[in-house]
């Protein structure tokens, strides 16, 4: 677990909201827009210090309805000032914890999740300034006069909050554009201006920012889909299946369960192919509800190009364990005509149980032929089957 404090804005006016006041306390289910944003940083273990930056003349209010909601967590507020980036820089004069990581968020962005938070806390113990960004999916054109440039999208990302960084670090950036008049849109890009690398911590397309009036009714349609998906009363186990084929090609590694197999084809796909981990974190996620690995790794993205399947299996793992479940047990099937895979069973086992860190007594693997029928039987490619029974804890 890595500790680290969160400024989170609300000092803003939200004038493209068009609302005749702060949006932040427009109401989204029922609910201040604040509330929601708050009560993410409030529900994470990782987060030690919450400053909220309000408006001066709003302080009252916020106050009253810090007050009276279910935030659990001390809330220090502090009075921004005519621009965000003034905001921010009240916001980190009022940090006292100046040895972590200081998280900088939007108010107006309440649908971030705790695993970005935790990736990109993890990547800022790392590398000192992070934030979250998403690939831009539209085409974008640079209007210079009556003039249109062409942007190449595959450079290009879409900055979102938190963004996150050490604490003198930020510190600094923000006291030199100060002295230098230099105002930029968000914290990274000061930063950036001190010639420091700012890494991306890839982000999820939910989290928006609530900007214009058909943001509320997409945040209104997105908290009631949430509330459609949740399972008020989840059941003490939930049960999962993967399954998955990759072709077996000449010129490819032969990676099973996390294991270099000695073959002479190797298995063909976007990622390293591992046909085993892949079903396994099919299972997983298809135990919480959550989709399949396509879903939150698309072989559209470049990210994922050779990628580590141990590397994919872990993220999900975290995913689950946010959902509050651990592993009951979990029993596989390779099914492969070749290689003979009688000698890598206890290795993949131990490598398994070693990516979700639980005891290897809880993981089965076997593997069959198909007595020479069909696909497999034919070696063209390799199948993979899972079940898993994951267990909630927080109902025991
Ligand atoms: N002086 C400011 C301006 C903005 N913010 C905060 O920064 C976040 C992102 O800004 P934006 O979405 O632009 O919010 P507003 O400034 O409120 O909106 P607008 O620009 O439409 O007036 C918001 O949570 C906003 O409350 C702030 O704390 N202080
Ligand atoms: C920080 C930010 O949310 C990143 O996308 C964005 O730049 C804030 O801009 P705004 O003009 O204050 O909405």
Same mark, same amino acid.
């Given at each position: 677990?890595?500790?680290?404090?969160?400024?989170?804005?609300?000092?803003?006016? &939200? !004038?493209?909201?068009?609302?005749?006041?702060?949006?932040?306390?427009?109401?989204?289910?029922?609910?201040?827009?604040?509330?929601?944003?708050?009560?993410?940083?409030?529900?994470?273990?990782?987060?030690?210090?919450?400053?909220?930056?309000?408006?001066?003349?709003?302080?009252?209010?916020?106050?009253?309805?810090?007050?009276?909601?279910?935030?659990?967590?001390?809330?220090?507020?502090?009075?921004?000032?005519? %621009?965000?980036?003034?905001?921010?820089?009240?916001?980190?004069?009022?940090?006292?914890?100046?040895?972590?990581?200081?998280?900088?968020?939007?108010?107006?962005?309440?649908?971030?999740?705790?695993?970005?938070?935790?990736?990109?806390?993890?990547?800022?113990?790392?590398?000192?300034?992070?934030?979250?960004?998403?690939?831009?999916?539209?085409?974008?054109?640079?209007?210079?006069?009556?003039?249109?440039?062409?942007?190449?999208?595959?450079?290009?990302?879409?900055?979102?909050?938190?963004?996150?960084?050490?604490?003198?670090?930020?510190? !600094?950036?923000?006291?030199?554009?100060?002295?230098?008049?230099?105002?930029?849109?968000?914290?990274?890009?000061?930063?950036?201006?001190?010639?420091?690398?700012?890494?991306?911590?890839?982000?999820?397309?939910?989290?928006?920012?609530?900007?214009?009036?058909?943001?509320?009714?997409?945040?209104?349609?997105?908290?009631?889909?949430?509330?459609?998906?949740?399972?008020?009363?989840?059941?003490?186990?939930?049960?999962?299946?993967?399954?998955?084929?990759?072709?077996?090609?000449?010129?490819?590694?032969?990676?099973?369960?996390?294991?270099?197999?000695?073959?002479?084809?190797?298995?063909? &796909?976007?990622?390293?192919?591992?046909?085993?981990?892949?079903?396994?974190?099919?299972?997983?996620?298809?135990?919480?509800?959550?989709?399949?690995?396509?879903?939150?790794?698309?072989?559209?993205?470049?990210?994922?190009?050779?990628?580590?399947?141990?590397?994919?299996?872990?993220?999900?793992?975290?995913?689950? !364990?946010?959902?509050?479940?651990?592993?009951?047990?979990?029993?596989?099937?390779?099914?492969?005509?070749?290689?003979?895979?009688?000698?890598?069973?206890? %290795?993949?086992?131990?490598?398994?149980?070693?990516?979700?860190?639980?005891?290897?007594?809880?993981?089965?693997? !076997?593997?069959?032929?198909?007595?020479?029928?069909?696909?497999?039987?034919?070696?063209?490619?390799?199948?993979?089957?899972?079940?898993?029974?994951?267990?909630?804890?927080?109902?025991?």
């Amino acid at each position: 677990m890595i500790k680290y404090t969160a400024i989170i804005l609300a000092a803003g006016q &939200g !004038k493209r909201m068009l609302a005749g006041r702060n949006k932040q306390f427009l109401l989204i289910d029922q609910q201040p827009l604040i509330l929601h944003t708050l009560s993410v940083f409030d529900a994470d273990d990782w987060c030690e210090e919450i400053v909220l930056v309000t408006n001066e003349r709003e302080r009252s209010e916020m106050e009253a309805l810090l007050a009276s909601s279910p935030i659990n967590k001390d809330v220090r507020l502090v009075d921004g000032g005519a %621009e965000r980036q003034d905001s921010v820089f009240e916001g980190l004069k009022a940090i006292r914890h100046t040895e972590l990581p200081v998280f900088i968020h939007d108010g107006a962005r309440p649908f971030v999740k705790a695993d970005r938070l935790h990736e990109l806390a993890e990547c800022t113990s790392e590398k000192q300034a992070a934030l979250l960004a998403v690939p831009v999916t539209d085409t974008i054109k640079q209007k210079q006069g009556n003039h249109l440039t062409t942007l190449d999208r595959k450079t290009l990302w879409a900055a979102q909050t938190p963004q996150a960084f050490s604490y003198p670090l930020i510190h !600094k950036a923000h006291q030199e554009a100060r002295e230098r008049g230099y105002y930029g849109t968000d914290d990274a890009s000061l930063v950036e201006q001190l010639g420091k690398e700012v890494a991306i911590v890839k982000g999820s397309y939910d989290n928006i920012k609530l900007t214009t009036p058909e943001d509320l009714h997409k945040a209104e349609s997105y908290v009631k889909n949430q509330r459609e998906r949740k399972v008020e009363d989840p059941s003490m186990f939930r049960i999962g299946q993967g399954f998955d084929v990759h072709q077996l090609t000449e010129g490819r590694k032969c990676i099973i369960g996390g294991v270099e197999i000695p073959y002479e084809k190797g298995l063909l &796909g976007h990622s390293d192919a591992d046909v085993l981990l892949h079903t396994v974190a099919d299972a997983c996620l298809g135990a919480i509800g959550e989709g399949d690995i396509g879903k939150h790794f698309p072989d559209t993205d470049a990210e994922f190009k050779d990628a580590d399947s141990g590397k994919l299996l872990q993220h999900v793992w975290t995913i689950v !364990k946010e959902r509050g479940y651990t592993l009951g047990n979990m029993d596989c099937t390779v099914i492969a005509q070749a290689p003979k895979m009688a000698p890598y069973i206890e %290795e993949i086992q131990s490598n398994i149980a070693r990516l979700l860190d639980v005891e290897v007594g809880r993981i089965n693997v !076997k593997a069959t032929t198909t007595e020479k029928l069909g696909f497999t039987g034919r070696k063209e490619g390799i199948a993979a089957q899972a079940v898993v029974l994951l267990q909630n804890n927080q109902q025991s």
